[in-house]
C-alpha cells in the first residue's frame, strides 16, 4: 500500500522540522512547519495544520524580535 503525496510529504518535513528545532534556526523552522502544515490540510488535519501554522508565526515573531 502507497502512502498519499500530502502523508509522504508531511512526514519528510516533520523529520526536517525536527533537524531544524535541534539546529535552532527559527527562520528555518518556521519555512519548514509551512509544508507539513499545508499537507495536514489536503488530509484533513486541521487541528494539527493551525497548531503548525501558529508555530511557524510564533518562530518567524521570534526572528523579528530578536533582529531589534
Do not use: N
Amino acid at each position: 500500500m502507497s502512502r498519499s503525496p500530502p502523508r509522504a510529504a508531511r512526514r519528510r518535513a516533520e523529520a526536517a522540522v525536527g533537524l531544524w528545532r535541534q539546529i535552532g534556526s527559527r527562520t528555518w523552522l518556521a519555512v519548514g512547519l509551512d509544508t507539513p502544515a499545508t499537507a495536514h490540510t489536503l488530509t484533513g488535519g486541521f487541528e494539527a495544520a493551525t497548531q503548525a501554522r501558529d508555530e511557524a508565526t510564533a518562530a518567524r515573531t521570534a526572528e523579528k524580535d530578536a533582529a531589534r
